[in-house]
């Protein structure tokens, strides 16, 4: 069993990359440590060290006490040592227990015993609230239950100290409860956890301590029960961030975007918004809150005229624009922030300059008639990227060179530069660092204040909730119910789940 782990000075170089510089970090039996960090912050590289499937250019892990080198992760897993990854490495055509069973070396001869595995499989499952049926093939299973799988063929291996790499990234907030409850069954039996996510509001909900890393360096220590995701955030991002806005009290107005009865189909034909009727007024933040795959998607495009409306009908300030094209849509003074950015947003060989004038450049003041004034395109485009700070070497450079945060902002800031009457917003933030995050918060509620009408699809609760005026809940093409932005997150989660509201 494991008492202790912890590393000692870890230092890990990729060429031209600093991933971990000196690292100090400790876990212990019956607890559960937050690895907290933005994209990039070296948390995984750090994790995959420990788990022996990186060496470290510097440093050493001492388990219990004694100092250990592993060589691949057989040898961590002989300390008791598992990992689950972001990305599962299951066999999708294989069941349950035959994953489990997969490599053991019991398995290798003819003689691996499938039905004992079975009944062990069963135990854990029982113990810990890990239910899945042993005999079904892994394909068939939801993404939350291959996970169980994962974390059950680590405790079958005998680990004792479970790494779990951004765990609640593929799970729906219903889920991610569960899971809670899982992980503290598990500290509870004495096993230690690392648990790696930027989320602050999990790592507040579920861990015993936090360590931060900041651009691979060790940048805080806390108890959790000491601290507050204000801290956290600052100590994530080096300085204060905004998480909670203040809103001015909008006078209530007309519906800008109204949507009556609107049926759409998804990329197979089949029905994706199911006669879906919303009103979005002007000055009002309307989020969309569930799980993807439930028509969100589909619903902005048909919006947006970039999908065919089956029935019903789309008006913006009163004009019918049902079935218009993209252009004719952007006429109608509606803007969009596509969820598939490097698709839909942007084209990913242009420069910078090029792609912050798209779907603009055919109209004053940008172009005289047939000829673009590139003096006028420069400057315009030089006032956007650094109204919205995005970093760019030039603006000459292409676009797909930028990080996704960066990619975002300039989205927004061309979006924007048209002050839309609407502005549809697919999951803005999505993949986004904390710093850009709040920086697209703070251009929504000012474009919010401008008397803009906003349509916010996001798939994170508390996105939603922070940002929204009234928050409608879409499941299975439909609208569930409406409810206020207090509402509480486990609420929405059970709405998502497709459980009727207030409609
Ligand atoms: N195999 C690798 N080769 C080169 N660079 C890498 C490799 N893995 C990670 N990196 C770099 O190391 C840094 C830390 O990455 P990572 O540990 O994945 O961060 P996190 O998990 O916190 O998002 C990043 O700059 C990343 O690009
Ligand atoms: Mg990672």
């Not at 599962?88 to 490599?103: D, H, I, K, M």
Request: hydrophobic share 45%; net charge neutral; aromatic share 4%.
């Amino acid at each position: 069993m494991i008492q202790t782990v912890e590393l000692r000075n870890i230092t890990k170089r990729f060429p031209g990359v600093l991933a971990n510089d000196r690292v100090n970090l400790q876990v212990r039996a019956g607890e559960i440590l937050a690895l907290l960090g933005e994209n990039g912050a070296g948390k995984s590289t750090l994790m995959k060290i420990l788990y022996g499937m990186y060496h470290p250019t510097e440093g050493e892990i001492l388990v219990n006490g004694q100092v250990v080198q592993f060589k691949s992760p057989a040898d961590a897993l002989a300390q008791g040592i598992g990992m689950i990854h972001q990305h599962f490495q299951l066999v999708p055509g294989f069941t349950v227990v035959e994953n489990v069973a997969l490599g053991l070396k019991s398995s290798r001869g003819p003689l691996t015993d499938l039905d004992a595995v079975s009944k062990r499989v069963r135990e854990l499952g029982a113990q810990y609230g890990l239910h899945v049926d042993p005999n079904a093939l892994v394909w068939q299973l939801a993404v939350g239950q291959q996970q169980r799988v994962e974390i059950i063929k680590a405790l079958y291996r005998d680990a004792s100290l479970l790494i779990l790499d951004e765990p609640t990234a593929v799970l729906t907030p219903q889920e991610v409860q569960e899971f809670f409850g899982i992980l503290r069954r598990l500290r509870d039996a004495g096993n230690a956890l690392i648990f790696i996510s930027h989320k602050l509001y999990e790592v507040i909900s579920i861990s015993d301590r936090v360590t931060a890393l900041r651009d691979g360096r060790v940048v805080g220590e806390v108890e959790t029960k000491a601290t507050t995701q204000q801290e956290l955030a600052r100590m994530m991002v080096g300085r204060q961030v905004v998480t909670r806005w203040e809103k001015s009290d909008m006078p209530p107005s007309d519906a800008v975007l109204q949507i009556k009865q609107l049926a759409v189909s998804n990329d197979k034909g089949l029905g994706a918004v199911n006669h879906l009727s919303l009103d979005v007024r002007a000055g009002e933040i309307l989020g969309i809150a569930g799980v993807s795959g439930n028509g969100q998607r589909e619903l902005a495009e048909a919006i947006a005229g970039m999908r065919r409306v089956n029935a019903g009908t789309v008006q913006i300030a009163g004009k019918d624009v049902t079935n218009c094209s993209p252009e004719q849509v952007i006429a109608a003074s509606v803007s969009f922030i596509p969820e598939e950015r490097m698709v839909m947003g942007v084209v990913r060989e242009f420069s910078v300059a090029e792609n912050a004038i798209l779907e603009t450049h055919n109209r004053p003041p940008l172009s005289k008639r047939t000829f673009f004034d590139f003096k006028q395109i420069d400057a315009h485009v030089t006032k956007l990227v650094r109204e919205y700070d995005v970093k760019t070497p030039s603006l000459e450079t292409p676009v797909k060179s930028l990080s996704g945060g960066n990619i975002q902002k300039l989205i927004l800031a061309r979006e924007l530069a048209r002050d839309p009457r609407v502005l549809i917003a697919a999951q803005p933030t999505r993949g986004v660092d904390i710093g850009a995050t709040e920086y697209i918060h703070k251009r929504l509620i000012d474009q919010r204040a401008a008397g803009t009408a906003i349509l916010l699809i996001s798939e994170d609760l508390e996105e939603v909730r922070a940002l929204s005026d009234r928050i409608a809940v879409m499941y299975e093409g439909e609208i569930v119910g409406i409810v206020p932005p207090d509402t509480s997150v486990e609420e929405l989660g059970l709405m998502m789940a497709g459980a009727q509201k207030n409609l």
